[in-house]
């Protein structure tokens, strides 16, 4: 049976009169890849904030697993959180102790193993490359272990090795049991990683299940069909 890890309902999160994030249902469920999927402005990122509970919605509330989620849950948001002037490792146990967690070096050190970073454990991050600073954010995310990751657009703006570095990092990631959210414009990326995908438009969920069922719904060959076909243009903002 399925074990249900978070559950939104009814989110609305206004800006001024402007509903960005408008009515949204979604369940995030144990073992599962998501991806929040839809334009540029669509709500995708607001919708990660508020599932993570990071914002307060004007309405609608999010229910979780546990008591104190926030303690089993790790945030990869899309500016990099770490520390210009210290190291991979040093940034690592700097989070870790956010958490009230002592990281050992060999933890540390496997962390990093995981995520490609071996390497660069004892370079400065800000000279780090785009990808690398990527999978610090995720190493960063995942350090005290969590159930549940969010990760908002994990693999933009890298090259395609980098990307498929990081779609076999999450699938390592989905094997030892973490539960994934990501957000992407990656409708190929998405079709490969993704257990079940979202699609938001304008602040609504428009399309919702394995991205096989979608395709189907809409009798067509690929999720960036229905993509072209669910979302308009004109909501598209630059
Ligand atoms: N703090 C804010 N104040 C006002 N408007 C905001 C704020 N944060 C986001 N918005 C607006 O809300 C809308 C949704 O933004 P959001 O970042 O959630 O979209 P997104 O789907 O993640 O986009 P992208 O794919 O470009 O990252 C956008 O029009 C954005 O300008």
Redesign the pocket.
């Known amino acids: 049976m399925k074990q249900l890890l978070v559950s939104a309902k009814g989110l609305v999160k206004r ?1 001024g009169s402007r509903a ?1 994030v408008n009515d949204i249902h979604l369940e995030v469920n144990h073992g599962e890849i998501l991806a929040l999927i ?10 990660v904030e508020l599932l993570v509970g990071l914002r307060l919605p004007n309405s609608g509330e999010v229910t979780y697993w546990h008591k104190n989620y926030q303690k089993h849950i790790g945030v990869q948001l ?1 500016s990099p959180p770490f520390f210009p002037g210290l190291n991979s490792l040093e940034n690592l146990r700097f989070f870790a102790a956010l958490y009230k967690k002592n990281l050992t070096r060999h933890e540390g050190e496997s962390i990093l193993q995981v995520c490609g970073l071996s390497e660069v454990m004892h370079t400065d991050a800000s000279r780090l490359s785009g990808g690398q600073q990527k999978r610090l954010a995720i190493a960063i995310s995942m350090v005290h272990r969590p159930e549940l990751l969010f990760l908002d ?1 994990p693999t933009a703006a890298l090259d395609p090795r980098s990307r498929l570095e990081i779609h076999s990092l999450i699938r390592k990631l989905a094997e030892q049991g973490v539960s994934i959210v990501l ?1 992407s ?1 990656d409708m190929d990326e998405v079709s490969k990683l993704s257990d079940r995908v979202a699609m ?1 438009n304008a ?1 609504r969920i428009v399309a919702q299940g394995q991205p096989s069922e979608v395709c189907a719904t809409y009798q067509v060959e690929s999720l960036e069909d229905v993509y072209l076909h669910l979302t308009n243009k004109e909501e598209v ?1 630059c």
């Open positions: 800006y960005v839809g334009p540029n402005g669509a709500g995708k990122s607001t919708t899309q657009e957000t414009h938001i602040g903002t």
